[in-house]
Nanobody, 120 residues
Framework: QVQLVESGGGLVQPGGSLRLSCATS????????MNWYRQAPGKARELVAS????????NYADPVKGRFTISRDNAKNTVYLQMNSLKPEDTAVYYC?????????????WGQGTQVTVSS
């Protein structure tokens, strides 16, 4: 079955960096765009970054432009989110996501999330 497993979250001071990873299985990774979302306490889940299946196109939410970088390794079936210059407002649970076609049905799939806390 489809699995997305995030890792790399943790506690970091403002201005610090973290690299999130999302290891996937159960589908042809190289065929699908991948996304990172985040959800802060009391707020709606928001799209942070997206990357095309080939990795040649990326998009970012305005709050993270210039600080976060999404990338993928299709040989390892893994997508990454490099987060630099972290701010307290980046504190959230970060989720890996893709919309995948199985049995002619397109459905969103989510990982379990990884907590990122930015605090001094």
């Amino acid at each position: 079955q489809v699995q997305l497993v995030e890792s790399g979250g943790g506690l970091v001071q403002p201005g610090g960096s973290l690299r999130l990873s999302c290891a996937t299985s159960g589908f042809t990774f190289s065929n699908y765009a991948m996304n990172w979302y985040r959800q802060a306490p009391g707020k709606a889940r928001e799209l942070v970054a997206s990357i095309a299946s080939t990795g040649d196109t990326t998009n970012y939410a305005d709050p993270v432009k210039g600080r976060f970088t999404i990338s993928r390794d299709n040989a390892k079936n893994t997508v990454y989110l490099q987060m630099n210059s972290l701010k307290p407002e980046d504190t959230a649970v970060y989720y890996c996501n893709s919309v995948i076609r199985r049995f002619d049905i397109w459905s969103p799939y989510w990982g379990q999330g990884t907590q990122v806390t930015v605090s001094s």
